[in-house]
Each structure stands twice: as C-alpha cells, then as structure tokens.
C-alpha cells in the first residue's frame, strides 16, 4: 500500500528563520516524490521532485529537500522563511510500477510571523 | 500555452440538478485527473484518464462519471448532486509514464450544493 504522511499539519515560524516540513512516505517501490505548493485559492505548482538522480532536489525559490530511503522521508526545507511562502504545502508519491497514480499528503499550512 | 484550465470557476447548485466541470490541456498530455480538496484531507482522486477514450476510478468515485472524448478535454459530471460533493475540484494532467514527470494543476472550480 501507497501513502504520504505530512507529519504536522501547521507550522509556524518567523520571518527569516529556518522552514522545515516533514513528509514520509510508504511505497512498495522506488517512487517519485513532489512538493506542491498552493497559495489561498490558487491551484497547486510544483516546487520540486526527486526522480532517483541526487538525493538532495533544489526547487524553487530557495526551497530544497533531502531524500532518505532508509528513513522513507522527504522533508522539505528552506533556509530562511519569507512572507511570500505563507501558503499550504502537499508532499505527494507516485510509486514506480503502479500506473501514473499520485499519492497526496493531507497538506501542512506554513504560516510566516512578521 | 495556456496550461490547465477549467471551467466554470465557481458554481452553486440545488440538491439533485446535474452539472458538467470541463477541464481542458494544451500540453498535449496522455494522462488527465479529476480531484477533489476538502479541509484537511489533501486532494482525492475522483477518476483519471490514460488516453483519449479510456477512464479509470480513482479513490472517490462514487457519484461521479467522466468522460475522455477527445486528448485535450477531460470532462467531470455530477448527474444528481448531494451536499456531500461541495467542494473545490482540481483538474490536472501530465505526461504518460516517464519516470517523476509531475501533475499541472488546474485554478480549480469551487462547487457549492445547497
């Protein structure tokens, strides 16, 4: 069985301070992992993915993630928040060998304090 | 390009009318996916399509029928709507099976069954 698990469902930090935003996943295959974004009443973009290359992925605007098959994790970073990422976060799978399904994450709402 | 896009943007019906959401890709994308987002449940995939003519059921299908006439339109309907189906519906397409090719997103269309 496939999932995602956001593992907080809000986070709050301060302007210029260290984001993190744990995902881990389940998958009886080497998947693809994705970090969406999604700004209020916006649909979703693409912020980065792993496609088995380096385990480390940049995307945009200065956030990156890590993958780490031994803990199944995919924890999204960025080193210093700004107001602009306020927004909902979805860590997302897609398994490898099971059709082109994509697994969501239930979303972790940043929120940035100025 | 235009992306994804889909219309209505946002629609109000009565309990039992019938409505069709069109989603539509000028990417020339095989697959195409119909979800749903409710508050703190992610997005749900409702149905998918690998290719023109073919539809397949996706985590909720249940009271919902697709149809996949033509490559660039993926159409959604509601033949008797229930308030359970208010929601915000995503529409989303991507590339046939190569490795971490990720989903485009639709704006979304917010329904609304009273």
């Known amino acids: 069985a496939q999932s995602v698990t956001q593992l907080d469902s809000h986070v709050s930090v301060s302007e210029g301070t260290p984001v993190l935003l744990r995902c881990n996943y389940s998958?009886?295959?080497?998947?693809?992992l994705f970090w969406y974004v999604q700004h209020p009443n916006k649909g979703l973009q693409l912020l980065l993915k792993?496609?088995?290359?380096?385990?480390l992925v940049k995307g945009i605007n200065g956030f990156e993630a890590e993958f780490k098959k031994s803990e199944t994790s995919f924890h999204l970073t960025k080193p210093s928040a700004h107001m602009s990422d306020a927004a909902e976060y979805f860590c997302v799978v897609r398994p490898q060998g099971t059709g082109n399904q994509f697994y969501f994450g239930t979303g972790t709402s940043l929120t940035v304090i100025p | 390009n235009a992306g994804v896009t889909q219309t209505p943007k946002f629609r109000v019906l009565k309990t039992g009318q019938s409505m069709t959401l069109l989603c539509a890709q000028d990417m020339n994308h095989e697959y195409m996916y119909w979800y749903r987002q409710d508050p703190g449940m992610g997005l749900r995939l409702i149905h998918y399509s690998v290719g023109e003519g073919t539809t397949a059921k996706g985590e909720v299908p249940d009271g919902y029928n697709v149809s996949r006439l033509k490559k660039q339109n993926f159409l959604l309907g509601l033949e008797s709507a229930a308030p359970s189906q208010t929601s915000v519906y995503f529409c989303?397409?991507?590339?046939?099976?190569?490795?971490?090719?990720?989903?485009?997103f639709g704006p979304g269309t917010r329904l609304t069954v009273l």
């Open positions: 998958s009886s295959y080497s998947p693809s």
């Open positions: 792993y496609t088995s290359a380096a385990t």
């Open positions: 989303a397409s991507s590339y046939r099976l190569a490795g971490g090719d990720e989903q485009f």
